[in-house]
């Protein structure tokens, strides 16, 4: 079947291209009770509240003919035979910003579309509020105010594409004013890892945050407008507002190797500053990477160098069998970040202040929490944990998803390779003992993938899925250009004056697909355009959703087990557990 066209069609386009981006990191809503920018309205069929069901199976229905013409009704059943062995109609698959699809699945598919409303932590009525109260009394550490003196000199460590910043840099301001901390002893550095640079314009609202347009403030809202005046008043060279830069040699600061074997290189206000405030704003979010984003390890990722983001997101740590998993009280990938961070206070004597907000399953804050990194831990994993697990009964044969139009933060769903992270990320985010398509089966993702790649955003991307089809789509066989694209000059220059992603970041993105690559015996985007550049990521192109039904029983057999996950712009990421 092809696309559902239904009644105002339109207005669920320009719904959706505002609600697109809820999904990954990059997921995070309107702080406010509405899980929608104001002024939208959901599309039709979408009821505030009722897109939470928890995971079921559906019940079978009567079917019948609505035809009049026993021609068309022997056509109808010789296509349902050729389609699904037959089933229901499910609504609701994201594809893209364009209207989402309606698909034909057998009567017993398991349809989960968000966790239960009952599980779903409320919204804080009062952010700036519950901020200041978390920074007065913080776990594992002293109040903020403590800790500096008139003499002291500060940085303030943010996010780069969402977070709690908008809400908390006032306050956190405001704390230092009081405490004798003169305004020009506090520097701000964007904390974005290998990501983009994020520009002056993208503080006011972020690349993600303009195609979604929500109302001030909101996750996407990096600074305040009055913030961003008096920090970067006029041109580049007058900012106190500084992205990190990973491959700046000058100023980054080696500090040693963890007992994990990780080189710990950061930015160098780790040295120059007396006092770090780190501000994270999408915590307890499922993470593509496995775990949950957050929790006090921030230093690791958002403001290491080139050199040291690569020990930790190599190939043998993000494919070790301890790091397949999501759990993140056991997962290896996260005690390789933990211990990075760790490293960092023992090397410098400087104990980070952090200052989290939780996001619940409907992207808003729920919750903030602020000091010492292991301490506040607890509380954040415990709120995820209680929201965000999904009860699944068995591996299935076939895993059906749509693609949201940022549902990983790096790019879009038509550039391929972000397509092909979509469907790795909605079935390797799992903990237990195994992910919900079984071992051979087909994954199936829903995605208008035309092949398009902002290439000042992502330099690197097109170049890479060439090497990766050359190299038979083995992402192990990356391992080795590491260091040459490290040394790329081209592109490492488009890092650090273009606003492009460093060269290197591709690698751990398709180092983590491993997963999928082998775990799917068949990955297939159902109604991608660019069929060329999907074969380049190792997936299938089908033009419609018989086509991509057709070319999955084919491979796993007839009547075979499904499940599907619509409406995924609508929710935050799930995790889930497979019963064994």
């Not at 994201?94 to 017993?108: A, K, M, Q």
């Not at 919750?367 to 607890?378: N, S």
């Not at 749509?402 to 092909?420: E, K, R």
């Amino acid at each position: 079947m092809s696309p559902a066209k239904s009644e105002g069609a339109v207005d669920e386009r320009s719904a959706r291209a505002k609600l697109a981006a809820l999904h990954r990191l990059r997921s995070a809503g309107c702080p406010s009770n509405s899980a929608c920018p104001r002024g939208t309205s959901l599309p039709p069929g979408y009821q505030q509240g009722s897109h939470n069901l928890t995971l079921q199976r559906r019940p079978s229905r009567e079917r019948r003919d609505d035809f009049g013409s026993e021609n068309r009704a022997r056509e109808t059943a010789a296509r349902r035979q050729r389609k699904v062995k037959n089933g229901m109609k499910i609504g609701g698959i994201d594809y893209g910003v364009e209207s989402p699809w309606e698909i034909d699945v057998p009567d017993d598919a398991i349809i989960v579309e968000n966790t239960a409303e009952s599980r779903i932590s409320p919204a804080l009525t009062d952010v700036p509020q519950a901020i200041r109260e978390a920074i007065r009394n913080p776990l594992g550490a002293r109040p903020l105010a403590d800790q500096v003196n008139s003499s002291s000199k500060v940085a303030l460590i943010l996010n780069d594409w969402m977070g709690i910043s908008v809400h908390a840099v006032p306050i956190v301001l405001e704390e230092l004013r009081a405490a004798g901390v003169a305004e020009r002893n506090v520097r701000m550095v964007i904390a974005g890892g290998l990501h983009p640079k994020v520009s002056r314009e993208q503080l006011y609202l972020s690349k993600v945050g303009q195609d979604i347009n929500p109302p001030y403030p909101s996750p996407y809202h990096i600074l305040p407008p009055d913030v961003i005046d008096r920090f970067w008043p006029s041109g580049f060279a007058s900012s106190r507002i500084r992205p990190h830069d990973a491959a700046d040699r000058e100023h980054l600061v080696e500090l040693g190797v963890t007992e994990l074997g990780d080189l710990v290189e950061m930015n160098d206000c780790v040295v120059e500053c007396d006092v770090l405030v780190y501000m994270s704003g999408w915590t307890g979010l499922p993470s593509i990477w496995g775990g949950y984003l957050g929790g006090g390890q921030g230093v690791t990722v958002g403001i290491g160098s080139d050199r040291s983001i690569m020990t930790h997101h190599s190939y043998r740590v993000h494919e070790h069998p301890d790091s397949m998993a999501s759990d993140v009280h056991k997962q290896k990938f996260m005690k390789h970040k933990e211990a990075v961070a760790a490293f960092v206070e023992q090397a410098t004597g400087k104990k980070v202040f952090y200052i989290e907000g939780s996001l619940n399953a409907r992207g808003e804050f729920a919750q903030v929490v602020a000091g010492d990194g292991a301490a506040i831990r607890q509380p954040i994993f415990e709120l995820a944990d209680g929201e965000k697990i999904v009860d699944v009964p068995e591996p299935v044969d076939i895993f059906v998803s749509g693609a949201a139009q940022w549902g990983i933060f790096y790019d879009t769903c038509n550039n391929p390779l972000m397509s092909l992270v979509q469907i790795n990320s909605r079935i390797r985010e799992y903990v237990g003992g195994q992910p919900p398509l079984r071992r051979g089966g087909v994954a199936i993702l829903v995605t208008p993938c035309d092949g398009t790649i902002d290439e000042r955003w992502r330099t690197s991307d097109r170049e890479m899925m060439q090497l990766f089809n050359r190299l038979g789509h083995d992402p192990a066989k990356l391992e080795p250009y590491e260091e040459e694209y490290l040394n790329r000059q081209d592109l490492i220059d488009k890092y650090r004056f273009s606003n492009g992603a460093h060269p290197l970041h591709p690698f751990p993105v398709f180092y983590e697909n491993s997963f999928i690559l082998d775990q799917a015996s068949t990955i297939i985007f159902a109604g991608a355009r660019d069929i060329e550049g999907t074969q380049l990521v190792g997936a299938r192109a089908a033009a419609t959703w018989e086509d991509a039904w057709n070319l999955a029983t084919k491979v796993v057999g007839k009547d075979p087990s499904v499940m599907v996950t619509p409406k995924v712009g609508f929710r935050t990421p799930l995790l889930w557990k497979v019963n064994d």
